[in-house]
């Protein structure tokens, strides 16, 4: 997997967009203390910076060698790489011990991890109690009517060279992920690989003209989502009603 971003590393600053700054307020408004978050499959860095306005300090680690060495950087966020290789006792220490951290949060990345191995590792680091996980994506963009059934259709065409582990981002919007969190309440390089140019010149100016030519600069709504939760709690007592429910935030 982390070979797959080694190959894009340096273009996932103009790929990748924004996420909505009230996302960052809402989850920064469900921990009680602010101190350290630890955002993991950072990428070009897009969403720690975002953690950074309301965290003391942000740890913004990835398995691609190549993701960090092209991050945004930023006085409050440190940069790591965290080979698949690294125990996870060292993982732990890195980030900053058992317990210390007041948030972790993974954007558009989660569907690619050993989900058996990280969440033990999440409920380790996470503060308890307080300390908060989210997880977030988006599986489309809308553009305008003439531009959207042309992605619509690309898409369509392409599915069989996207890699099985994002099929629970782009079919379902991680309505099927499993989420073992107490709720808060809240392709392309693969096909490239075999020989085969999904961007050909026919396809380019397809998606040029019904965007309305390379020098318009339209509004482009990417369609996200969000999973938020915290440790669970252990309890002889008769569990009480939840108040929530895993949400998806859209924008």
Same mark, same amino acid.
């Given at each position: 997997?982390?070979?797959?971003?080694?190959?894009?590393?340096e273009?996932?600053?103009?790929?990748?967009?924004n996420?909505?700054? @009230?996302?960052?307020?809402? !989850?920064?408004?469900l921990?009680p203390? @602010?101190?350290?978050?630890?955002?993991?499959?950072?990428?070009? *860095?897009?969403?720690?910076?975002?953690?950074?306005?309301?965290?003391?300090?942000?740890?913004?680690?990835?398995?691609?060698?190549?993701?960090?060495?092209c991050?945004?950087? @930023?006085?409050?966020?440190?940069?790591?790489?965290?080979?698949?290789?690294?125990?996870?006792?060292?993982?732990?220490?890195?980030?900053g011990g058992?317990g =210390?951290?007041?948030l972790?949060?993974?954007?558009?990345?989660?569907?690619?991890?050993?989900?058996p191995?990280?969440?033990?590792?999440?409920a380790?680091?996470?503060?308890?109690? *307080?300390?908060?996980?989210?997880?977030?994506?988006y599986?489309?963009?809308?553009?305008s &009517?003439?531009?959207?059934?042309?992605?619509?259709?690309?898409?369509?065409t392409?599915?069989?060279?996207?890699?099985?582990?994002?099929?629970?981002?782009?079919v379902?919007?991680?309505k099927? !992920?499993?989420?073992?969190?107490e709720?808060?309440?809240?392709?392309?390089?693969?096909?490239?690989?075999?020989?085969?140019? !999904?961007?050909?010149?026919?396809?380019?100016?397809?998606?040029?003209?019904?965007?309305?030519? =390379?020098?318009?600069?339209?509004?482009?709504?990417?369609?996200?989502?969000?999973?938020?939760?915290?440790?669970?709690?252990?309890?002889?007592?008769? &569990? =009480?009603?939840?108040?929530?429910?895993?949400?998806?935030?859209?924008?």
């Open positions: 997997m982390a070979g797959l971003f080694n190959k894009q590393a273009i996932y600053l103009d790929a990748r967009p996420y909505p700054p @009230h996302w960052y307020s809402m !989850l920064a408004a921990t203390q @602010h101190s350290l978050a630890w955002d993991v499959g950072m990428g070009n *860095g897009q969403a720690a910076l975002g953690v950074a306005e309301h965290y003391e300090q942000v740890i913004a680690t990835d398995v691609s060698e190549a993701q960090p060495k991050a945004i950087p @930023h006085p409050r966020v440190k940069y790591l790489h965290t080979p698949l290789s690294l125990p996870d006792d060292e993982i732990v220490r890195l980030i058992e =210390s951290v007041d972790v949060t993974v954007a558009q990345a989660v569907h690619w991890f050993d989900l191995t990280f969440y033990p590792l999440v380790r680091l996470l503060r308890k109690p *307080g300390g908060v996980f989210a997880v977030w994506g599986n489309d963009i809308a553009v &009517p003439t531009f959207d059934p042309v992605m619509k259709r690309f898409h369509d392409t599915l069989t060279f996207w890699n099985e582990k994002i099929q629970c981002i782009f379902d919007g991680y099927t !992920l499993p989420f073992p969190f709720s808060v309440g809240l392709g392309l390089t693969t096909a490239k690989d075999q020989g085969v140019d !999904l961007l050909s010149e026919r396809v380019v100016k397809e998606f040029e003209t019904a965007w309305g030519g =390379s020098q318009v600069v339209p509004s482009v709504t990417y369609k996200a989502f969000m999973l938020e939760g915290k440790v669970k709690r252990v309890s002889t007592n008769p &569990p =009480s009603s939840r108040t929530g429910s895993n949400k998806l935030s859209n924008q």
